[in-house]
């Protein structure tokens, strides 16, 4: 029985071993198919590229990255990676073209930049005179103005980036009036980070603009709306304390009572209080018109070409348009016996009082805080603090340079706050009525009509824009009232 199954079973072997043969050869001849029909729609990709690139023998030139080649730019499936496709041309490639097209011996009208584009902080020094103030404004000289430029010779942004300030995200943290300087003003824009630019930047620049340093900050960053505080000082002689009934001398020396007395009215600012008196056009019920003051008070004397000088600092989060200069026309007002102490009581209440303003040549912009910023991201690891504690010396030394001296020689020729002190007992501090409406420092009854006309329309302009820093520049001087009071004293 055995015997009679052995050949049954070798039959199976055989027919089993046949079916693998076959098997084996049909699956053979099935991928010799796919690999010829790779290799043959290689070739037609291939013969496509060489017929495109005949075509075209004038941009033979170019870099031969811009021409696809095979081990890259052609898969298993014949088909060409698709980022040597795009519609829209890489930047290397629009600049060697542009560098062809040019004229023979010249280069395209802008440069490949070789640096990457990041967001930062620049801290900048200057002297306002001879600027009608900080934020750029057509057909005048202004600090952005030249800062913009000074960007642009440096490489540090593109041509069309200066003309449209958005595309970098340009922002100034405070705006300064006309003839106002500053020691540590703050803005932010995506700038190209150049080698040495700093000292690039300052070689475009005037003197009396200086760029101090550059921090790398988070690509969200706005130094207007990030700032927490700013803190602004006001340079003015010691004989503006002087009372009303001593004549006013170059001479005068504050006495301790005297400093004393000044510290107790400045004390009186801290705090929160509704401010609409202090600036032009603020209603009372206006909740815009609420300012925090956090410090203010007044530093030690010194001495320069032969006159006593003093420094009142003042830090708050924000302030209005004229705020400072007000505030700082109420306390001499005070001080010298013009007025009242109850009247900064009365300031702060619903109702207009005549408040005078100090002219614009003391103050400057002395510092800005982002206490906010630094705790949340000073330390992360990838961003440094905006505190510019290293830099603090190159600041005081442009001050002593270029701010101070400024004032001072303004002062001794032209003697600005002994003209303004002489209006002083010109104005009513009191009470205005209903028909009686503050036109910077004058009321309607004291200017002419067609020039009080004239004054309200430019602060209620100013007003709109001077919500979030500080006061903007304006087209017209700050002190035209000023001298509009004085001829009126000289008659």
């Known amino acids: 029985m055995i015997a009679n199954t052995r050949p049954i079973l070798q039959t199976f072997r055989g027919l089993r071993l046949l079916l693998c043969t076959v098997r084996t050869s049909a699956v053979g001849s099935r991928m010799e198919g796919t690999v010829s029909g790779a290799e043959a729609k290689l070739d037609t990709g291939t013969e496509a590229e060489e017929n495109h690139s005949e075509g075209h023998e004038d941009t033979a030139a170019m870099s031969s990255t811009d ?4 081990s890259n730019d052609v898969t298993t499936s014949g088909k060409f990676n698709k980022r040597h496709h795009d519609t829209k041309e890489p930047r290397s490639y629009r600049w060697k073209k542009a560098k062809l097209q040019s004229k023979p011996g010249g280069d395209p009208d802008w440069e490949r930049p070789t640096a990457k584009k990041r967001k930062v902080a ?17 057909g005048f000289k202004t600090i952005e103005e030249d800062l913009l430029a000074a960007f642009y010779k440096a490489g540090a942004i593109p041509k069309d980036h200066m003309d449209c ?10 705006r300064t009036d006309k003839g ?9 824009l995506k700038m190209y980070m150049i080698e040495d630019a700093v000292q690039k930047i300052n070689d475009c620049l005037a003197e009396s603009i200086r760029l101090i340093g550059i921090k790398r900050t988070t690509n969200g960053f706005d130094s207007k709306n990030a700032c927490d ?17 001593e004549e006013t001398e170059q001479d005068f020396r504050a006495t301790d009572d005297v400093m004393e007395k000044v510290n107790d009215v400045l004390s009186a600012y801290k705090g929160t209080h509704n401010f609409h008196n202090f600036t032009s056009g603020k209603k009372f019920k206006d909740p815009s018109a609420k300012r925090y003051i956090i410090e203010s008070k007044c530093l030690d004397t010194f001495v320069r070409d032969d006159i006593e000088w003093t420094v009142i600092s003042i830090k708050g989060q924000s302030f209005m348009i004229h705020q400072i200069r007000k505030m700082i026309g109420m306390m001499l007002a005070i001080v010298r016996g013009l007025a009242p102490r109850s009247m900064l009581e009365r300031a702060w209440q619903e109702g207009k009082c005549d408040i005078p303003k100090a002219p614009g040549l003391g103050l400057v912009l002395d510092k800005v805080h982002f206490d906010h910023y630094n705790r949340k991201y000073g330390g992360d690891g990838l961003h440094e603090a905006l505190e510019w504690d290293e830099h603090q010396e190159t600041v005081e030394k442009f001050k002593e340079q270029y701010i101070y001296p400024t004032i001072i020689k303004a002062e001794k020729e032209d003697r600005v706050m002994q003209h303004w002190l002489s209006t002083l007992p010109l104005h009513r501090y009191e009470g205005l009525s209903e028909e009686e409406t ?10 002419q009509d067609g020039e009080a006309q004239q004054t309200a329309e430019v602060d209620t302009a100013e007003d709109s824009s001077a919500e979030t820093g500080d006061e903007p520049a304006k087209d017209e001087p700050s002190s035209s009232n000023e001298d509009t009071m004085q001829r009126a004293v000289d008659t």
Do not use: E, W
């Open 122 to 138: 620049c801290l900048l020094a200057y002297s306002g005179v001879g600027y009608m103030g900080m934020q750029r404004n057509q």
């Open 229 to 245: 505080a700013r803190t602004y000082m006001y340079v003015l002689p010691t004989y503006s304390f002087a009372p009303t009934k």
């Open 180 to 188: 106002v300087s500053a020691a540590g003003q703050i803005v932010s």
């Open 67 to 70: 021409t696809p080649s095979n």
């Open 165 to 174: 300030m958005q595309k970098m995200h340009f922002q100034r943290c405070a």
């Open 438 to 447: 503050l036109t910077d420092n004058l009321t309607v009854t004291q200017l």
